[in-house]
């Protein structure tokens, strides 16, 4: 069952070194979600897709930030030469439809992944 | 744009005692409203729901009232368990994504 997955689950990294997030949504969910939770703070939106399709980047916070979705499955978030701001839990989250006003569609999320820039 | 203020932590009751975590929102249009739980070391889930003014959402005891005229969305349990620790969002529809507030941490003292 299967549920949002996210890999890896604890990222440890020095500073300028580039990672590479992973998030497997649940089978047949058409949009996915990237969110950042730093300690203390609430969820940060920053990129989502419907299919393979990231329609708005600005909520990535620098163009050290990318994100790529294949095959309307697996998404991967890419931070280039990390900072130690970057630390955070990165959550990754997947509903069946976009999420409309008004709308019944449930984000599913996963367990995120905790990063650490030393 | 879009923003949740929820009510700060963290929150430490007694068991059975009763709960309330404020949450009131700024949006645009009709969202939907969210309430969703972290238990630690998990992920979040989604706890209940509302879609439109005046409806009720429910779940393992917890409820909360979609208020358009007072824009809120409160979150209120009879009679809380020690197995109810943990962090609670109020969100609400941001096409396409969703606006969380920063959190609220319940910690239950049996």
């Known amino acids: 069952g299967a549920g949002v997955s996210q890999s890896p689950s604890n990222k440890v990294t020095e500073k300028g070194k580039d990672v590479e997030l992973r998030c497997d949504p649940i089978s047949g969910h058409t949009a996915l979600y990237w969110y950042r939770q730093s300690l203390g703070q609430g969820l940060e939106f920053l990129i989502y897709f419907q299919g393979n399709s990231a329609p708005d980047k600005s909520g990535l916070p620098s163009d050290r930030f990318s994100a790529e979705r294949t095959g309307g499955s697996v998404s991967t978030l890419t931070i280039q030469r990390t900072q130690q701001e970057d630390s955070a839990v990165y959550l990754c989250?997947?509903?069946?439809?976009?999420?409309?006003?008004?709308?019944?569609?449930?984000?599913?999320f996963g367990p995120g992944t905790r990063l650490t820039v030393l | 744009g879009n923003s949740v203020t929820q009510m700060e932590g963290p929150v430490t009751l007694s068991e059975e005692a009763f709960l309330t975590i404020n949450c009131t929102y700024t949006a645009t249009g009709y969202p939907s409203l969210f309430w969703y739980v972290q238990y630690p070391g998990e992920g979040l889930q989604l706890l209940l729901k509302a879609t439109k003014a005046d409806d009720k959402g429910s779940n393992k005891g917890f409820e909360a009232t979609y208020r358009k005229e007072t824009t809120s969305f409160h979150l209120e349990k009879g009679s809380v368990q020690v197995s109810d620790s943990a962090v609670y969002f109020c969100?609400?529809?941001?096409?396409?994504?969703?606006?969380f507030g920063t959190g609220t941490r319940l910690t239950i003292i049996p």
């Open positions: 989250a997947s509903s069946l439809e976009l999420v409309l006003a008004g709308g019944h569609h449930e984000q599913f």
């Open positions: 969100a609400l529809t941001s096409t396409p994504s969703l606006t």
